[in-house]
């Protein structure tokens, strides 16, 4: 058989190869900017915020930590910080938190960040309002003793021996007054009203406490400031009883003695 003349074929483009398998994402990067605000308030509670223990507090890193884990324990840190700035409440944007504690965050159910906070919420440690609103406790409650079994066996000997050795919380009323008085001083110092406050908050006072201390001080600074001095010396006495007053008694003898002046008067 004979094979038939040579046909030549053109060129064929480069076919594009398959395409490049896209990166991991990245949950601790958003998107895109931000629409999604959260409005934090304080979960006012009389009772665990005498009796519970600051998310910053030892406490909660060494018992919390293995209950909740360590995105809620930053979560729950980070909201008090910002609620020690802000004691009536504040707005958060949930991209730029998620990015600065490093949880991921996206829109939907089922985002890092927002089973972070249903996992705070589920241990009675927060609770939503409205739809964009969330109340954060400023405490965390001592551990049940459910809580405390599920740590380690060497967690829950410690957490035994803290148990024995806590000290009694003093009482609000305590804490009152000492906070009042400590706001006092520093406003007598010369610290600003806003100064004081936050040193209050330095001493681990209850930011409630701290700005009910700081507007009594105010208050009783201004009173001081502005009260008239008194002008008798506090040991004269009157000459003659006020009007309409009599002695019951008779007076007796002075044993002191007479100056010059009242001895010649007398002459």
Known sequence: MTAGPAIDLPDLPDLPGPPAPAPPPDESVSPGPSTHLLHVTPWEDALIDRLGHDPRSHYVERFWLGVLGPSAVWLLRHLAT????????????????????????????????????????????????????????????????????????????????????????????????????????????????????????????????????????????????????????????PAFPPAGLQPTSRPTPSTTKPTASAASANR
């Open 82 to 237: 910002r609620l020690d700035e802000h004691p009536e409440g504040c707005t958060i944007d949930v991209d730029d938190t998620a990015r600065a504690l490093g949880i991921g965050h996206r829109s939907g159910r089922s985002a890092q960040f927002d089973r972070t906070v249903e996992r705070v919420c589920g241990f009675g440690l927060a609770q939503h309002v409205g739809g964009d609103g969330l109340a954060v406790r400023r405490h965390l409650p001592p551990l049940s003793l459910r809580q405390v079994q599920r740590l380690p066996a060497v967690l829950q000997d410690e957490h035994r021996t803290w148990q024995q050795q806590a000290p009694a919380h003093p009482p609000v009323e305590h804490l009152k007054r000492r906070a009042r008085a400590l706001a006092l001083s520093l406003l007598q110092l010369g610290e600003s009203p806003d100064d004081a406050e936050r040193q209050l908050h330095r001493w681990r006072f209850h930011p409630a406490l701290a700005f009910d201390a700081v507007r009594w001080a105010v208050a009783t600074h201004a009173e001081d400031q502005t009260a008239p001095e008194p002008v008798a010396d506090a040991g004269e006495r």
